[in-house]
């Protein structure tokens, strides 16, 4: 059961389009997170936001941006799509300090 | 800073063989430990968690005990079953370090024959 949902789940598109990757949680939840996950299954931090209006790059560099007008709405937007961009992208959100992480099923983009 | 180190895989298995996946943690202060499973098409699911030290979490059949004085948070199966089958991770969350920010290991992939 899914409380965290994630559109599409798969894109595949030509280089050069802009592209948003959609993220909603129902949970009430202020954290949210984008993961980027390479073949090899490793999680890498792109972007995070502690509430509205909060936004900040997370440990890999990535050249997507990322807003937060509403608690529950976290999209993701590539304003030039490459080849590079070729992963599975994982949005996630938690609640209180210390709690787990809930993740949405992913969006697998490929990029020709 | 916060570090997550598990057994490098690929693991296989046969049917009803006991599972250990090693892991262990460097963090500052007291954080919550978690196992995550990642079945194929999907995305991470929390499979268990402990939020102090000789906590034991389980779920499935899964356990993992945190002790802080190893700095581990090995995850154990007694019996595997093929679906089973999947990618674990271990992370780790501290309030006080890294802005609260999960760290990740580089997660292990459990393949189960039968």
């Known amino acids: 059961e899914a409380d965290i949902y994630q559109t599409p789940r798969y894109l595949v598109i030509g280089t050069g389009k802009k592209i948003t990757l959609e993220c909603s949680q129902t949970?009430?939840?202020?954290?949210m997170y984008w993961y980027q996950q390479d073949p090899g299954m490793e999680l890498h931090l792109i972007h995070y936001?502690?509430?509205?209006?909060?936004?900040e790059k997370g440990d890999l560099s990535s050249e997507s941006t990322v807003s937060r007008i509403r608690t529950e709405h976290f999209p993701l937007t590539l304003e030039s799509a490459r080849p590079s961009h070729t992963s599975q992208y994982l949005c996630?959100?938690?609640?209180?300090?210390?709690?787990?992480?809930?993740f949405g099923n992913g969006t697998r983009l490929t990029v020709t | 800073g916060n570090s997550v180190t598990q057994m490098e895989g690929p693991v296989t298995l046969s049917e009803e063989a006991f599972l250990t996946i090693n892991c262990t943690y460097t963090?500052?202060?007291?954080?919550?430990l978690f196992w995550y499973v990642q079945y194929p098409g999907e995305g991470l699911q929390l499979l268990l968690k402990?939020?102090?030290?000789?906590d034991k979490g389980s779920n499935k059949g899964f356990e993992a005990t945190y002790r802080k004085e190893t700095t581990s948070f090995h995850l154990e199966k007694g019996s595997v079953q093929v679906s089973d089958s999947a990618v674990y991770f271990c992370?780790?969350?501290?309030?006080?370090?890294?802005?609260?920010?999960?760290?990740f290991g580089d997660g292990t992939t459990l393949t189960v024959k039968p």
């Open positions: 996630a959100s938690s609640g209180q300090v210390n709690s787990p992480l809930h």
């Open positions: 949970m009430g939840h202020d954290k």
């Open positions: 936001s502690y509430g509205v209006n909060s936004t």
């Open positions: 963090a500052t202060g007291y954080p919550s």
């Open positions: 402990a939020t102090k030290a000789d």
């Open positions: 992370a780790l969350s501290a309030y006080n370090t890294n802005a609260g920010k999960s760290t």
